[in-house]
C-alpha cells in the first residue's frame, strides 16, 4: 500500500493549542492502526501540520478514523447512572464536612474546645466523606470511556491514590501498549505533594482545578462525549471558527478574555472555543511526561522564566518524525536555551522555536489561567 501525506490545514503550530492538537492528531491516528504515521511542519502563512506515511489523503477518512479513536470505549446507561448516583452522595457528603467545619470556626471557640468538636462532630463526617469517595470512584471506573479518567474530576489526586491507579494500570500494561501509564506520568508524580497536603502537583498544563466548576479530567470525559467526524474533519482542515462553548483546557491564547483586550464587556459574550482541538491537545499529553525535579515537579518543555514564571516551549521541525522522535525533540536540553543552543537546534532539524507563559488571569478565588500569546524564540 502507498504511504500517503495530508495536510492539516485549520492548524496552526504557533499556537500552543495547535501544535498540541497536531501532535495529538498522530498520537490518535497512531493508536487508530496508522502505526507507520509521522509528522512534520510545513511553513505557508503560519506553519501548517502535515501526516505522513498514512493509507488515506481522503480528509474525511482521516477524520473518520480520528474521530472513532478518540470516542473511547462505550458506557452503559445504567453504569453512567450508577456513577452519577455515587457522585450526588459524594458530592453532599463532602459539603457536609465543609459545613461543619464552618460552623465550628464561627463559634469563636478555644484552641482545646475546637480540637475536641471537630473530633466529635467533624471526624465521622470525614469518614462517610472518604467511603463515599471510593464508591464513587469504583463506579467511576466503569463509567469512563478511558481508563486514566477513573483518577476522578481532577488529576491532583492524594499520592496514595496515584500509586493505587498506577499499579492498576502497571498490571495492564505492555510495551506496546502502555498509554494509559504515560498519561498518568503526564498528570504528576506521587513524590511532588502540594504543600501542607497528601495531593500530587499536577502538571503545569492543569489549567482548569474548578473555577467555574470545570474540572480538568472532567471536561476531557464530557468533550469525548461531543466527538463527531464532522466537528474532527472542520478542527483539521478549516479555520477555526471558534462556535462551542465552555468544556475548554484553556490552552488558546484566544481564550483570555479581560477587558483591556477586549472592546465590550467579556461577561456579555463568554469565551468560545473548539472542543475537538482541545480533545486532540489532552491526546498529546503522554509526550510530556513529569518527573521529581531539584526545585519541585519538572515537565517536559516546561522551563521556569525570571526566578518565578513558568513557559512552554516547543520546537518546529519540517522533516516528518515519528512519535517516538517528537518525544525525544520536546525532552533537548538546549529548549531550555535557546539562545545559547540556536546553532545545535538548528543542527537537530529545528526550524522555528515557540514560547507561551503560563499567565494567571484576575484575582483571589476567581482567577483563571492562561497562555500569554506566543512569541518566536
Known amino acids: ?18 501544535f498540541l492538537a497536531a501532535l495529538g492528531t498522530l498520537m490518535t491516528i497512531r493508536q487508530a492502526g496508522e502505526t507507520q504515521a509521522c509528522l512534520r511542519w510545513q511553513r505557508a502563512r503560519t506553519w501548517v501540520p502535515v501526516l505522513e506515511g498514512i493509507s488515506t489523503c481522503d480528509p474525511n477518512n482521516l477524520s473518520d478514523a480520528v474521530a472513532g479513536a478518540l470516542r473511547g470505549r462505550p458506557v452503559s446507561d445504567d453504569d453512567e447512572r450508577k456513577r452519577g448516583a455515587t457522585q450526588r452522595d459524594f458530592d453532599t457528603a463532602k459539603k457536609m464536612v465543609e459545613d461543619k467545619k464552618k460552623q465550628i470556626r464561627s463559634h469563636g471557640l478555644s484552641r482545646k474546645e475546637r480540637e475536641t468538636l471537630v473530633e466529635q462532630e467533624v471526624r465521622p463526617l470525614e469518614r462517610v466523606r472518604d467511603e463515599g469517595r471510593q464508591q464513587w470512584l469504583g463506579t467511576l471506573k466503569k463509567a469512563v470511556p478511558r481508563p486514566e479518567l477513573a483518577l476522578g474530576k481532577r488529576i491532583d489526586c492524594t499520592y496514595e491514590e496515584y500509586r493505587e491507579h498506577a499499579g492498576d494500570f502497571v498490571v495492564c500494561a505492555r510495551h506496546s501498549a502502555r498509554e494509559t501509564l504515560d498519561f498518568l506520568a503526564a498528570f504528576g508524580s506521587d513524590a511532588c505533594r502540594k504543600e501542607k497536603s497528601d495531593d500530587i502537583v499536577p502538571t503545569p498544563f492543569c489549567f482548569i482545578t474548578g473555577s467555574g466548576h470545570q474540572f480538568f479530567l472532567d471536561t ?18 478549516e479555520p477555526w471558527a471558534y462556535r462551542d462553548e465552555k468544556l475548554s483546557m484553556r ?4 481564550e483570555d478574555r479581560r477587558y483591556a483586550l477586549l472592546d465590550r464587556d467579556p461577561s456579555d ?7 475537538m482541538a482541545n480533545l486532540l491537545a489532552y491526546r498529546a499529553l503522554p509526550l510530556f511526561p513529569c518527573a521529581p525535579g531539584r526545585w519541585g515537579l519538572a515537565t517536559t518543555a516546561w522551563v521556569v522564566i525570571d526566578g518565578e514564571d513558568t513557559a512552554f516551549t516547543w520546537p518546529i521541525w519540517e522533516r516528518a518524525v515519528s512519535s517516538d522522535t517528537i518525544r525525544s525533540l520536546l525532552q533537548l536540553r538546549e529548549l531550555s536555551e535557546p539562545e545559547r543552543f540556536r546553532l545545535s537546534l538548528r543542527a537537530r532539524g529545528i526550524a522555528a522555536l515557540f514560547q507561551s507563559r503560563r499567565i494567571k488571569v484576575g484575582a483571589g478565588a476567581n482567577y ?8 518566536g524564540v
Open 1 to 18: 500500500m502507498r504511504a500517503e501525506s495530508l495536510e492539516l490545514l485549520g492548524i496552526d503550530g504557533a499556537n500552543p493549542l495547535g
Open 220 to 237: 476531557v470525559r464530557q468533550l469525548m462525549e461531543k466527538v463527531t467526524r464532522e466537528a474532527v474533519r472542520q478542527t483539521l482542515f
Open 269 to 275: 459574550d463568554g469565551a468560545k472555543t473548539v472542543w
Open 251 to 254: 490552552w488558546d491564547p484566544a
Open 368 to 375: 483563571k489561567l492562561n497562555f500569554s500569546p506566543a512569541r
